[in-house]
């Protein structure tokens, strides 16, 4: 499974930007599909997930309320979006997926494949 996540820029506190996260090869075994992001300096940590089948969704409390992941199943992306952005959540921006069939939200050792990240900075 190949994953392309893109859409990061610069972007002022408030604002709003969507991310997108192509995923390819063989996607029918992965079962659920995450957001991570990692702060210089700061360890990586969860923002949302989302499952392909059902579309369940969850979300860390820091991004609840303001960001949204989706999916669409037809074109094997899923999707983050932002809105009410914060200095804070300047990051790189991972999107991973899991062969596991998990209870609720993924760890990032749960994941079994990543992409390469996409930068977000979000000015004051």
């Known amino acids: 499974v190949q994953l392309q996540a893109f859409g990061g820029g610069l972007v002022q506190a408030g604002g709003s930007l969507r991310l997108s996260c192509a995923a390819s090869?063989?996607?029918?075994?992965?079962?659920?599909m995450g957001w991570f992001r990692q702060a210089p300096e700061k360890e990586r940590e969860f923002v949302a997930a989302i499952r392909w089948s059902g579309g369940s969704a969850y979300y860390s409390d820091s991004v609840k309320g303001r960001f949204t992941v989706s999916r669409d199943n037809a074109k094997n992306t899923v999707y983050l979006q932002m809105n009410g952005l914060k200095p804070e959540d300047t990051a790189v921006y991972y999107c991973?997926?899991?062969?596991?069939?998990?209870?609720?939200?993924?760890?990032?050792?749960?994941?079994?494949?990543w992409g390469k990240g996409t930068k977000l900075t979000v000015s004051s």
């Open positions: 090869g063989r996607t029918f075994s992965t079962y659920i």
């Open positions: 991973a997926a899991s062969r596991a069939v998990l209870p609720g939200s993924p760890k990032d050792y749960d994941m079994n494949y």
